[in-house]
């Protein structure tokens, strides 16, 4: 029998490179040799199984988060540079139409990712860069919401919005210029990491 989390694991994959919208509850059941109504035993639609898949993701993503924090107290930049280098990840094997798809279709779904982005970036990002600037490694003069709001809340309109910028550009090169280049652009001369070198 199949658990939730692998019924959760596959939908979510296939969502996310397909579209939510051209995925079928039978395809899911087809690739995991189950049937549409085993699916109806953990979920009551199509927009349940949508929102439950993403939500697990984002709080998969979330504990990576929490980890990378841990991880680097003392540079609270660094944390920054990191969980969007995996968010980075996360996102390059995103078709850009399961993020319209959720918006249009999904609107449960959809307001999970929004939340999802605000709380990650008006909260843990604001509070890690708020932590550097009282360090004395962001300039003082720096509106750090307002770098929030340009550079951090929503990346991913930016990366999918008319072109997928993945297709056009390496990850690596995307995530300089959105990521750290604009770090740097904050930082105070005495501040370095191994990133920016």
Same mark, same amino acid.
């Given at each position: 029998m199949i658990t939730k989390e692998e !019924?959760?694991?596959?939908?979510?994959?296939? &969502? =996310?490179?397909?579209? #939510?919208?051209? *995925?079928?509850?039978?395809?899911?059941?087809? =690739?995991?040799?189950? #049937?549409?109504?085993?699916?109806? =035993? &953990? &979920?009551?639609?199509?927009?349940?199984? *949508? =929102?439950?898949?993403?939500?697990?993701?984002?709080?998969? &993503? #979330?504990? %990576?988060?929490?980890? !990378?924090?841990?991880?680097?107290? %003392?540079?609270?930049?660094? #944390? *920054?540079?990191?969980i969007y280098k995996r968010g980075f990840e996360y996102l390059k094997y995103f078709k850009p139409s399961f993020i319209f798809g959720l918006k249009k279709y999904y609107p449960k779904a959809s307001n999970f990712f929004e939340k999802f982005n605000e709380d990650l970036a008006n909260k843990r990002i604001y509070n890690l860069l708020k932590q550097a600037q009282e360090a004395g490694n962001i300039k003082q003069e720096v509106n750090l919401e307002l770098v929030v709001k340009i550079y951090f809340l929503r990346i991913d309109t930016v990366l999918f919005n008319n072109n997928n910028l993945f297709k056009l550009h390496q990850k690596e090169e995307l995530f300089k210029h959105m990521v750290v280049y604009n770090l740097k652009g904050i930082i105070t001369r005495n501040y370095s990491n191994p990133i920016f070198e």
């Open positions: !019924l959760l694991t596959c939908s979510i994959n296939k &969502f =996310t490179q397909f579209g #939510s919208k051209h *995925v079928s509850l039978d395809e899911i059941a087809s =690739t995991l040799g189950i #049937s549409k109504k085993t699916i109806y =035993t &953990f &979920f009551k639609n199509k927009e349940d199984l *949508v =929102t439950s898949s993403l939500e697990q993701l984002l709080n998969e &993503f #979330s504990e %990576e988060i929490d980890r !990378l924090i841990s991880d680097n107290k %003392e540079d609270p930049i660094i #944390s *920054v540079i990191l």
